[in-house]
């Protein structure tokens, strides 16, 4: 069974910057696409950003693109968000999620449908 771990949440003036970080365990990570995914309470849980299993291939939300960064360490089994420029429309539950894929890069996956596991969330509140 794979588990995720989502840390580094918090709360950040408009403008700042946080590091999230999720942790695998149960599983072979170097299978896995990566993604990140964020929820206001009383929304849908919408994609923000993914990374496929060989790093070289990141995807990302246009609400978030250019200020956020999804990388990956395969020896840590950690996947990590940058999130920079930070903005009060960012406040949100950020949830890490995980599937397994083939090496051979088919596009990037963007749906809830298409990820097995998740982490338990952590809050992200950005005050203007």
């Known amino acids: 069974q794979v588990q995720l771990v989502e840390s580094g949440g918090g709360l950040v003036q408009a403008g700042g910057s946080l590091r999230l970080s999720c942790a695998a365990s149960?599983?072979?990570?170097?299978?896995?696409?990566m993604g990140w995914f964020r929820q206001v309470s009383g929304k849908e849980r919408e994609f923000v950003a993914t990374?496929?299993?060989?790093?070289?291939?990141?995807y990302y939300a246009d609400s978030v693109k250019g200020r956020f960064t999804i990388s990956r360490d395969n020896a840590k089994n950690t996947v990590y968000f940058q999130m920079n420029n930070l903005k009060p429309e960012d406040t949100a539950v950020y949830y890490c999620?995980?599937?397994?894929?083939?090496?051979?890069?088919?596009?990037?996956?963007?749906?809830?449908?298409?990820?097995?596991?998740w982490g338990q969330g952590t809050q992200v509140t950005v005050s203007s």
């Open positions: 999620a995980a599937v397994v894929t083939s090496n051979y890069y088919t596009g990037p996956k963007t749906l809830r449908d298409e990820y097995n596991y």
């Open positions: 149960g599983g072979t990570f170097s299978t896995y696409a």
């Open positions: 990374i496929h299993r060989s790093a070289g291939r990141t």
